[in-house]
Every structure is written in C-alpha cells, then in structure tokens.
C-alpha cells in the first residue's frame, strides 16, 4: 500500500492567517482525498483533487476557502484560507492504492487562535 | 450517493462481554465497507474492509463483521471484550473502492471493568 508523508503535523495560527498543508506519495495514484476531522467528530470529505483538473468539492466546502493542488500524481497540498477558531481541527489527506486499499496520512493538527 | 448510519454514538460494555456496533449503510451499487478505529491522539487504523466474496470477514485485534445484503447492515462484533478495546469506531462505505470513503459519525466503545 501507499505510504503516505504529510506536513506540518501540527501547528498554531493566528486567525486571520492562511496554512498550507502537503502530502507527498511514495507512488503514483489518480486521486488524493482531503478530509477534515474536527474535536470530538467523525471525518468529512472536504475535496476529491485528481491531477490536472480543478478539485471537486462537497457540499459545505468552498475552493476560496479551502484552495486546493495537484501539481502531479504524487503531491496534493490544502490550503486553509483565512482561518477562524472554527477551522481548528485534524486535517488528513487520502489515497487508493486499488479497489478498497485507502491509505491516510497522519493527520495536521490545526489549532486557530 | 453513499452514507453511513451508525447507531449509537456511545456504548458500554462489560470487559469479556460481547461487543456489537451497528452499521446500516446506503449504496447505489455494491459497496466497499470498512471499519476503522481511532485510539485518543491517534491516527485511523483499518480493523478490516469487505470488498467481494466471503460476506463475513475478520480483523485485527478479533474483530469481525458481517456484510448483509438484505439488512444494508455491516456490524462489527468481538465476542470477548478488553480493556485495550476502548476507543472511537467508525464504519465507512465507498461505491467503488476506487472512489471517496465516506464515514459513519463514529460509535464510542467503553469497557467497564
């Protein structure tokens, strides 16, 4: 299975500001999957990214908020925009190595103050 | 498109009792379902999926659980409870195993010694 490499693991904000989160793969998938977990809460598909075309968001979620890139088959970063207390959560990054094989990365651990 | 109910967002079981945590999903086509568990501060962890074949598969740490077609059920047992049990479970669905993974709201599992 992919194995997967996300940063920052965590990191402390000002509110206001904007974080750019990355995730590098060690192999080459069509599709990488950003998903939000806040405090206490399941994980919420924020956007699907596939490589060379814009990602496509759920319901909820808006590209000028959460911008997103996929710059080739191994790399993806999410980008919280103007950030707010209320966007303090664990964001992950996921892919599939084949039929029902999701790989996640280890989660950014986002904190807005 | 795909969802997730998971009854009961808490539940309590006696160390050695049989655990059981409820899944129904829904799908437009036969699914992709897996079960995950979140110890606190800690990343997701794959306890055991249902591509194809077999409708009852088994996991790490005793796990198992059992793809109902009819019921669009998929409840995770262990028959024997522990201490090291305690933590967040979540059930999720894909269509296509290829495609988004979308996750239940999550059941707390206590143990009471």
């Known amino acids: 299975s992919a194995v997967i490499s996300q940063k920052p693991s965590r990191d402390i904000c000002q509110r206001g500001t904007s974080l750019t989160i990355q995730c590098q793969v060690d192999?080459?998938?069509?599709?990488m999957f950003w998903y939000r977990q806040q405090p206490g809460q399941s994980l919420t598909l924020i956007a699907t990214?596939?490589?060379?075309?814009?990602?496509?968001?759920e319901s909820g979620f808006v590209i000028d908020k959460f911008p997103i890139s996929r710059p080739n088959l191994t790399f993806s970063t999410l980008t919280v925009s103007n950030m707010s207390p209320e966007d303090s959560s664990i964001y992950l990054c996921?892919?599939?190595?084949?039929?029902?094989?999701?790989?996640f990365g280890s989660g950014t651990r986002l904190t807005v103050v | 498109a795909q969802s997730v109910t998971q009854l009961g967002s808490h539940v309590s079981v006696s160390e050695g009792a049989l655990v059981l945590l409820r899944c129904n999903y829904s799908?437009?086509?036969?699914?992709?379902l897996f079960w995950y568990v979140q110890y606190p501060n800690q990343g997701l962890q794959l306890l055991l999926k249902?591509?194809?074949?077999?409708?009852l598969v088994k996991g790490i740490n005793g796990f198992e659980a059992e793809f109902k077609k009819s019921e669009t059920s998929f409840h995770l047992t262990k028959p024997s409870a522990h201490m090291s049990d305690a933590a967040e479970y979540f059930c999720?669905?894909?269509?296509?195993?290829?495609?988004?993974?979308?996750f239940g709201k999550g059941t707390r599992l206590h143990i009471l010694p």
């Open positions: 996921s892919v599939t190595g084949g039929p029902g094989g999701y790989t």
């Open positions: 192999s080459q998938v069509t599709m």
């Open positions: 990214a596939n490589q060379g075309s814009e990602a496509t968001y």
């Open positions: 799908s437009s086509v036969p699914p992709y």
């Open positions: 249902y591509t194809t074949g077999a409708t």
């Open positions: 999720a669905v894909s269509d296509t195993g290829d495609d988004k993974i979308i």
